[in-house]
């Protein structure tokens, strides 16, 4: 198996196997110069970015449009462990039967127990369990993900990490926040070590708390950010920065299906740890989409690793030419793949 030279921990939101570096970011005059492109783009968009589809009512708000299925994309690389954990999650979500969803497991090149694993869950789970695996030739997140992406049939995409369980209400709440002509980007809370240990010593019984109880876990010290957990009613100031593509993760990131093919998926091109998510934001406002926020509604909890630091990302160069061009294709995108260049279980 290929070693990941560079990256060989595992990354704040990918898994356990690659490196998570502090990852340098473009510089303030770019960010500038980034912000004032997507206010141009905004006043060059037609107002009816989705013709057909966003509807409005007669205050000029768009009608929500709610998913008929939704494709739960997990990342994953050598951790069996914390994907048993997400997977039992994920397996326990609270529906009201109207919407259905799948779960496809994004594997960069993971070895045998991972596959293993998947097979001894796909029985138990209440939905779809699929294996996209591609070979171990480095970290490969934004390919792995493209590769997912060819394996999915939900109109409404969440992507998420291997380290991150959900609670039962998650795919509810990217449901109720969908809405036409946007992305929701989500919170993470990051459960403390001791915790942690816990869980993973029975996934079963820590798959089963809601809201309440992880709520009054993380004010006792089990987690940060406990008012993460509350869920607030409504769209109080998910509005609020449509624009902005800083903070946006793929932890915790929903979008329709037809953006995704709007843009072509992820850059390929990114490899090593940093700012894949960043290029693929940008060039989802520049097509027209905005930002909703997910926060106080849709929250992962991120299982406690170790978390390397100090290493620039190889990827800093190639976001800031993105930044620099009026770009919203990938140079390489889920165009340039075919169902057969990849293993699919």
């Given at each position: 198996m290929a070693s990941h030279d560079a990256f060989i921990a595992f990354s704040d939101c990918h898994q356990i196997n690659h490196l998570s570096?502090?990852?340098?970011?473009?510089?303030?005059?770019?960010?500038?110069?980034?912000?004032?492109?997507?206010?141009?783009?905004?006043?060059?968009?037609?107002?009816?970015?989705?013709?057909?589809?966003?509807?409005?009512?007669?205050?000029?708000?768009?009608?929500?449009?709610?998913?008929?299925k939704i494709s739960v994309i997990v990342s994953t690389y050598n951790s069996p462990v914390f994907l048993e954990m997400v997977l039992r999650s994920l397996a326990r979500?609270?529906?009201?039967?109207?919407?259905?969803?799948?779960?496809?497991?994004?594997?960069?090149?993971?070895?045998?127990?991972?596959?293993?694993?998947?097979?001894?869950?796909?029985p138990e789970m209440p939905c779809p369990l699929l294996h996209a695996w591609q070979p171990d030739t480095g970290f490969r997140l934004a390919e792995s993900r493209n590769n997912a992406l060819l394996q999915a049939s939900g109109d409404y995409v969440v992507f998420m990490d291997g380290d991150c369980m959900v609670l039962p209400d998650f795919i509810a709440t990217h449901a109720r926040l969908a809405e036409r002509g946007w992305f929701v980007a989500g919170a993470r809370c990051y459960?403390?070590?001791?915790?942690?240990?816990?869980?993973?010593?029975?996934?079963?019984?820590?798959?089963?708390?809601?809201?309440?109880?992880?709520?009054a876990r993380a004010l006792l010290g089990g987690a940060n950010r406990p008012f993460q957990l509350i869920s607030l009613p409504g769209?109080?100031?998910?509005?609020?920065h449509p624009?902005?593509?800083?903070?946006?993760?793929?932890?915790?990131?929903?979008?329709?299906?037809?953006?995704?093919?709007?843009?072509?998926?992820?850059?390929?091109?990114?490899?090593?740890?940093?700012?894949?998510?960043s290029d693929f934001t940008l060039r989802l406002l520049r097509a027209g989409l905005r930002r909703k926020s997910g926060r106080f509604a849709s929250v992962v909890l991120h299982l406690w690793h170790p978390r390397p630091t100090g290493t620039r990302s190889p990827n800093v160069e190639r976001f800031e030419a993105l930044v620099a061009s009026d770009r919203q294709r990938p140079v390489i995108g889920i165009s340039h793949l075919t169902p057969a260049d990849k293993e699919i279980a």
């Open positions: 570096p502090v990852v340098a970011t473009p510089s303030t005059e770019r960010i500038g110069a980034c912000r004032r492109q997507v206010g141009w783009f905004r006043a060059n968009e037609s107002r009816s970015l989705h013709r057909g589809v966003v509807r409005h009512d007669g205050w000029g708000a768009p009608v929500k449009t709610a998913p008929a979500q609270h529906l009201d039967g109207h919407t259905a969803y799948e779960v496809v497991v994004a594997d960069d090149g993971s070895g045998g127990e991972t596959r293993a694993l998947i097979e001894r869950l796909r459960i403390k070590q001791g915790q942690t240990r816990k869980m993973l010593a029975d996934p079963l019984a820590w798959t089963r708390p809601g809201r309440l109880a992880w709520f769209n109080w100031r998910r509005h609020r624009d902005r593509w800083q903070r946006v993760q793929t932890c915790n990131l929903a979008v329709w299906r037809d953006d995704i093919d709007r843009v072509d998926g992820f850059d390929a091109t990114y490899v090593g740890h940093g700012l894949e998510d």
